[in-house]
C-alpha cells in the first residue's frame, strides 16, 4: 500500500473510531498516578499490552505523546491513525531499528514529552513484557505508569494479542497503576525483577478488568 493509500486508510478509520468512541461510557480509576506528574509538565511513560491499547489512547488524544510503532504494514496504519488523535510515532522495534528508536524516545521524553509503548508489541508473545520500556524509562528519568482497558463489550481482531476494539456504547474500564522508578544505577538482576514485577502488574490489571465488565 503506497503512503498516500496509508494517509487515506489512517484518517478514514481516525474519523470512524471517533465516532464509536465517542458513544462509549467510560470509568477510569488510577489517573492520579500519572497527573501527579503530567500536571506539573512533567513526562511519563504509559505501559500498555498491544490488545488493550485503543480505549487509553483515545483518552490521550491531542496530549502529544509519542509512542513506539514497528516498521511493518500494520504498524504503518497504526501510526497513521494514532496521528489522527495528536501523536507522534517513532518507528521501531526489538527485532527493526531498536537502538536508534530507544536514542529517540528517550530524547523526546527528555525534552518533555511522554511516551507510551506497548511492552509486548509487534508480534508478542502476548501479554509478556520486553525490556525496552525499562530501558527508556532508565535512561530518561521518568516513571513508568502501567495501564490498561477492558470492555463489556467488543471486537477482538487480533491475530496474537486479541486486539481490543470496544463496540458502540460499551462500559470501557480503563486502569492506571502506581508510578515505577528505574533506578539509573540498576544492574541487570534488579532489572529482571523490576521486569517481571510490571508484567505481572500488567496482567493482573488486565484480569480484574475483564472480570469486573463481565460481572
Known amino acids: ?14 474519523v470512524a473510531l471517533d465516532a464509536l468512541f465517542g458513544t462509549l461510557d467510560y470509568d477510569v480509576a488510577g ?16 505501559a500498555i499490552w498491544h490488545g488493550r491499547l485503543m480505549p487509553p489512547s483515545y483518552l490521550h488524544r491531542g496530549e502529544g505523546v509519542v509512542t ?21 510515532s517513532v518507528r521501531g522495534s526489538s527485532s527493526r531499528g531498536g537502538s536508534e ?8 521524553c527528555r525534552d518533555g514529552r ?14 509478556q513484557l520486553k525490556s525496552g520500556v525499562l530501558a527508556a524509562a532508565q535512561l530518561s528519568g521518568a516513571p513508568i505508569i502501567p495501564a ?11 491475530k496474537w494479542d486479541r486486539f481490543l476494539i ?8 480503563v486502569q492506571y ?12 538482576a534488579q532489572l529482571e525483577q523490576m521486569r517481571k514485577d510490571i508484567e505481572h502488574t500488567l496482567n493482573r490489571m488486565t484480569e480484574v478488568l475483564d472480570r469486573e465488565v463481565a460481572a
Not at 1 to 14: E, F, I, T
Open 101 to 108: 528508536a530507544l536514542r529517540e524516545l528517550v530524547k523526546h
Open 68 to 88: 513506539l510503532i514497528s516498521q511493518s504494514g500494520d504498524g504503518e496504519y497504526l501510526a497513521r491513525l494514532l496521528e489522527h488523535w495528536g501523536y507522534e
Open 166 to 173: 470496544p463496540k458502540p456504547f460499551a462500559k470501557v474500564r
Open 177 to 188: 497503576g502506581a508510578p515505577v522508578m528505574v533506578p539509573r544505577n540498576a544492574g541487570e
Open 31 to 46: 489517573a492520579e498516578h500519572h497527573r501527579e506528574y503530567t500536571s506539573k509538565g512533567q513526562p511519563v511513560i504509559y
Open 114 to 127: 511522554s511516551l507510551a509503548i506497548t511492552p509486548d508489541g509487534p508480534r508478542g508473545p502476548m501479554q
Open 148 to 158: 490498561s482497558s477492558s470492555a463489556t463489550r467488543g471486537w477482538w481482531p487480533g
Open 1 to 14: 500500500m503506497s503512503a498516500l493509500k496509508y494517509r487515506l486508510a489512517g484518517s478514514a478509520g481516525g
